[in-house]
């Protein structure tokens, strides 16, 4: 992304897409949102457009756009036009890069959908090194308060996700596309120190971080503080996941408690986190999440904070 771009790039103007995690993709009656019909998915878009937003992304947790077949693809781009919609940019979910059975599948489906990505204008695609979640954590009400799975070390692991993900960020520079990697607990990229090594090794200028660090503040043990990591990650921010959480932390016990909260309520200040972005050239979309409760309302929410917060239009004097 360019200088001359960011300094286009305004509140009122800055790609801000719906996350679709609010939407599941089975239904049901046992059919996937794969299988669903114009209607059914115009059903759904409504939702993200009554809403007021202009943009959304199809992470493929809730629908695999890379999958669909060429005249599906076009059936539903014409039902996110229908709504006054476009799609900045898409997210892929619990697909790990480096996973020893799965891997290599998940890279070849990353590579069709970086070409899907541009055949229907997106900006970036994110990926990470996270999977599934366990039986456990799908029964947890708030599934980070379980430990999920772990990537493994060493250097053999670290030396595949650096070759895989250099081989979709070559892929993705042809096709004039920024990749982003998911920060996400107990994966290689699950501290800000790992994430910046981990960047410095890929070393493409259009590979960056997704600075989810909602996915860490919400964790219940000890995090590094999130104005320490953003200091970290400022640089080398894309494509950005945006969530926030209130933590409390008792030093005489050691208890630490989360929950889920709009921006610019919880422990997190994106004021402050989104300006040291912007102070390195940040100008990548923003997706907003939110979990339980009414989601995309609380995602609508961010979405008009952060509309306050971005820079104001420049003025013609």
């Known amino acids: 992304m360019s200088t001359?771009?960011?300094?286009?790039?305004?509140?009122?103007?800055?790609?801000?897409?719906?996350?679709?995690?609010?939407?599941?993709g089975t239904l049901p009656d046992g059919r996937t949102t794969q299988d669903q019909s114009a209607e059914e998915w115009s059903a759904t878009l409504a939702d993200v457009a009554d809403a007021g937003f202009t943009e959304l992304d199809p992470t493929d947790g809730w629908l695999r756009i890379a999958d669909l077949?060429?005249?599906?693809?076009?059936?539903?781009?014409?039902?996110?036009?229908?709504?006054?919609?476009?799609?900045?940019?898409?997210?892929?979910?619990?697909?790990?890069?480096?996973?020893?059975?799965?891997?290599?599948?998940?890279v070849a489906y990353g590579h069709r959908l970086l070409d899907t990505a541009a055949k229907i204008g997106a900006e970036a695609v994110s990926f990470g090194f996270f999977g599934p979640l366990s039986e456990a954590q799908r029964r947890a009400l708030w599934f980070w308060t379980v430990d999920g799975a772990r990537n493994p070390g060493g250097s053999e692991t670290w030396k595949l996700a650096v070759d895989r993900v250099r081989d979709l960020g070559r892929h993705?520079?042809?096709?004039?596309?920024?990749?982003?990697?998911?920060?996400?607990?107990?994966?290689?990229?699950?501290?800000?120190?790992?994430?910046?090594?981990?960047?410095?090794?890929?070393?493409?200028?259009n590979v960056k971080a997704n600075a989810d660090i909602g996915n860490l503040i919400r964790l219940h043990r000890p995090v590094e503080h999130w104005q320490t990591m953003m200091e970290k990650l400022a640089p080398f921010c894309g494509y950005w996941h945006v969530k926030n959480y209130t933590r409390i932390e008792d030093e005489t016990t050691g208890a630490v408690m989360t929950a889920p909260a709009p921006l610019e309520f919880g422990t997190i200040n994106y004021r402050?986190?989104?300006?040291?972005?912007?102070?390195?050239?940040?100008?990548?979309?923003?997706?907003?999440?939110?979990?339980?409760?009414?989601?995309?309302?609380?995602?609508?929410?961010?979405?008009?904070?952060?509309r306050r917060i971005l820079p104001r239009p420049e003025l013609d004097v």
């Not at 539903?76 to 919609?85: I, M």
């Not at 300006?275 to 999440?289: D, I, K, T």
Request: proline share 5%; charged share 20%.
């Open 4 to 24: 001359g771009r960011s300094s286009r790039l305004h509140r009122g103007n800055w790609p801000i897409a719906a996350a679709m995690i609010q939407y599941p």
């Open 272 to 306: 402050t986190a989104i300006r040291m972005a912007l102070a390195h050239g940040f100008c990548s979309p923003f997706l907003v999440e939110h979990y339980g409760g009414d989601g995309l309302s609380v995602s609508a929410t961010n979405r008009d904070y952060l």
């Open 172 to 205: 993705a520079a042809e096709l004039g596309l920024e990749i982003s990697l998911e920060m996400y607990e107990d994966t290689i990229i699950g501290t800000a120190d790992g994430t910046v090594n981990f960047l410095t090794d890929v070393d493409l200028p």
């Open 69 to 106: 077949e060429p005249s599906r693809l076009d059936e539903f781009l014409s039902v996110v036009a229908l709504h006054g919609l476009r799609i900045p940019a898409v997210s892929t979910a619990r697909k790990n890069l480096i996973d020893p059975e799965l891997g290599e599948g998940f």
